[in-house]
């Protein structure tokens, strides 16, 4: 409290080569301990960057929250994910088709999450959403058509039972997808799933 006007005093003379406008340096007239405070408008900078941010938060909200065109950043980064795992399994996928190198594929539990999505997609409809069989057989249970080692469940969808309403998905996926599928199969096989009764021969060990 004991020298109200120094302060302002020494703050003047630090601005004081800017030009005082009418308003700039005005004092507000109250005072805290000898402390007192100009009335000063924000520099010119800091307006036009608040202003800036503020648009561009807007903009930013409708794009990618309302429009739905933009895509969020979790979902690139999902993608991203889902990329780098493909990658990954990549040298793997590239393995001749065999029991070991699909079993390597079914150990696989990101690419097998993955891979339900396909299933959903393509299969689901004849098979169920979990393979439990709808118009297909039952993947789940123990009983097998067309065999039920990796690699004959690989050549079913590879090449299809068209006469019976199988689709070849070789003609229609890439390589990579078909093996992911079998792969997928594999750990849906033996979870007897309640669904489409058992048809074929029943497999001693999957
Ligand atoms: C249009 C319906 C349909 C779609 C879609 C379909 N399937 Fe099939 N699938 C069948 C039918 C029908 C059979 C039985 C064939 C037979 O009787 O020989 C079958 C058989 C199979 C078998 C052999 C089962 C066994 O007992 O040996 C496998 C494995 C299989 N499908 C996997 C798939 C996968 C994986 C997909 C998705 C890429 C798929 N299917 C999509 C209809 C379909």
């Given at each position: 409290m004991s020298d109200g006007s120094s302060a302002p005093d020494s703050a003047r003379s630090r601005v004081g080569?800017?030009?005082?406008?009418?308003?700039?340096?005005?004092?507000?007239d109250h005072e805290y301990d000898g402390i007192r405070e100009y009335d000063n408008p924000l520099p010119r900078w800091w307006v036009w960057m608040f202003a800036g941010s503020f648009w561009f938060s807007v903009a930013y909200f409708f794009q990618y929250?309302?429009?739905?065109n933009g895509e969020s950043v979790a979902a690139a980064y999902d993608a991203e994910v889902a990329d780098a795992r493909e990658q990954q399994a990549k040298t793997t996928l590239a393995e001749p088709v065999s029991e070991e190198s699909l079993s390597k594929l079914m150990a696989d539990e990101a690419l097998m999450t993955d891979t339900n999505a396909l299933f959903a997609l393509r299969c689901a409809p004849c098979?169920?959403?979990?393979?439990?069989?709808?118009?297909?057989?039952?993947?789940?249970?123990?009983?097998?058509l067309h065999g039920s080692r990796l690699s004959d469940i690989f050549v079913v969808i590879n090449e299809g039972v068209l006469a019976k309403g199988m689709p070849a998905w070789g003609k229609q996926l890439s390589p990579i997808e078909v093996r992911k599928l079998a792969a997928f199969v594999g750990t849906q096989r033996?979870?007897?799933?309640?669904?489409?009764a058992p048809e074929g021969i029943v497999a001693t060990a999957p």
């Open positions: 080569s800017e030009p005082a406008g009418d308003d700039h340096d005005q004092l507000l929250h309302l429009s739905g098979h169920g959403d979990r393979g439990q069989g709808v118009i297909g057989p039952n993947l789940t249970d123990s009983a097998w033996g979870k007897a799933i309640p669904g489409k």
